[in-house]
């Protein structure tokens, strides 16, 4: 999961080692603090690779 600012650069995701709680916690504190917009993005599972 993947939710940025559509007003700035802010972006928060799982990718970065959040859990999705956290980057929906992170996306509401951004909105409070600035008032911009934020919108989300679903992120396909990561590939696994097998031996």
Do not use: R
Not at 21 to 47: C, M, N, Q, Y
């Amino acid at each position: 999961m993947c939710k940025y600012c559509l007003e700035c650069d802010w972006q928060a995701s799982t990718s970065n080692g959040y859990t999705e709680e956290e980057v929906s916690k992170k996306a509401i504190e951004h909105f409070v603090e600035t008032g911009h917009t934020v919108d989300s993005l679903h992120l396909p599972p990561p590939a696994v690779i097998k031996n």
